[in-house]
């Protein structure tokens, strides 16, 4: 049977930049998917009394971007001596990461409900209308490589 050869060159410098360019592509679309869903909640805001959930919500990406201190001192604006949650940034610091939401320490709340309140979710429906587009994005990121 006669010898057969098989050789494999791998372009170390081709996959490095193919890897670089994914990764930039991939924390973009992050965080245009985060401040989305951000933009989105405030647009169909929670029950509104002082404004102080609304003006609280924010993004928090983990290679330290976001908004958290803006809407933070927005929601103090709006109800001077509102309890806020800490900034709590998603953990890593590759960009791929971001959290989205209110900073009211009774938020989760108005969300979801309670014993004695109905859920008023509006952060739940921003996010779910953006799965679709965040879906399609990365799609073609990885379809464009």
């Known amino acids: 049977m006669p010898e057969q050869n098989l050789s494999i060159r791998v372009q170390d410098a081709r996959l490095r930049s193919l890897s670089d360019s994914l990764s930039k592509n ?32 924010h993004v928090s990406t983990n290679d330290g971007g976001g908004d958290y201190q803006a809407a933070a001192s927005a929601a103090r604006s709006a109800r001077p001596g509102v309890d806020l949650l800490p900034n709590n940034p998603p953990g890593g610091s590759d960009g791929l990461s971001a959290r989205i939401g209110p900073s009211t320490s009774y938020a989760a709340p108005l969300e979801f409900g309670g014993p004695h309140m109905p859920a008023r979710p509006f952060m739940t429906p921003s996010l779910e209308a953006e799965r679709g587009p965040f879906t399609e994005a990365v799609k073609q990121i990885f379809e464009k490589a």
Request: glycine share 4%; proline share 9%.
């Open 26 to 57: 991939l924390k973009d679309v992050v965080k245009v998917a985060a401040f989305n869903i951000e933009r989105r909640a405030k647009e169909v805001p929670p029950p509104i009394d002082t404004g102080a959930t609304m003006n609280s919500i």
